[in-house]
């Protein structure tokens, strides 16, 4: 889910940081808040899962911290060292929390898996259970707007920082089962606890690869998994001009694509003649899809090269 973008909606640059801006700050907010309040109910309340949770909280909190900076880094205009923008930036943020969480995930595993052979000597309390409930109702709200916003602007971080709210409402969900066994049932079942925190951590686990998997695919070039290097062979196949396409590329930046392709026009037009079909391709591409943010042509007399695997002529597009 954190890999899938919405298109449809292209915001502008400024409207588009101001917005995740926003939404960001009230993350983060509420996740001071319910830091705060799991840790020290679940210090109160004798409960070691609430106080997993409270350190799930506190990644969330990092992460929105670490997005905030970010956002001013990505946004930044392109310049000669980054011709091709900062939006990289996005996508290494965003790998950067996936790691965060999977360490914070081992941590919490390896204190509760120690300390579930000791005697407990209490059992947790109510003050805990109340803590994860707060948490849970809070925490799922957050998912859906964070996760809205992040859909409008497409933007990656975003989405990735929507699963951290919804693996923090999920967590405190087995966290507040387990107090609640624990208050129930006699004192020799208080090690329902420490369970309540290993589950915790697998839901940082969880997150951690959703967030990760498509981060890394992203800044190794995988091509986007939209539809957009079909819709393009096909949108430059139909411009007047063109008589072969090939050598279509389409790589991910942020919430754009970057592309590239190469067309064969009549080799006995003049140079400008040819240049001219090549802009006419590029104002078509960019007005029919507006995910990309930019494409470059290289223009070929028609029947100079092998025919390649991907190449698509006019006739073959149904035009």
Known sequence: MAAGHDHHHHLPAVGRNRQVKRITWIGLLLNVFLTVLKLVCGIVGHSQAIVAD??????????????????????RPRDERHPFGHERIET??????????????AGIAYGSLREIQQEHLEPPRLIALIAAGISIVSKETMYHWTRRVGRKTSSMALL????????????????????????????EWAFLDHIGALVVCIFLFHAAYKIIVPAVAELLDTVPESHVPKELLEIIAQTPGVLLVHKVRARSAGAHVLTDAHIEVDPNISVTAGHDIAERVKQRVLQQLPEVAEITIHVEPYGNTKRHPNHLKPSESGV
């Open 54 to 75: 409270a350190v799930h909280s506190v990644s969330d909190f990092g992460t929105d911290l670490v997005l905030l900076l970010g956002i001013r880094a990505w946004s």
């Open 160 to 187: 990735a920082n929507a699963w951290h709210h919804r693996s923090d409402a999920l967590s405190s969900l087995p966290a507040g089962l387990a107090v609640l066994a624990a208050i129930l049932l006699p004192p």
């Open 92 to 105: 290494i943020i965003s790998l950067f929390m996936g790691v965060f969480l999977a360490v914070i995930g």
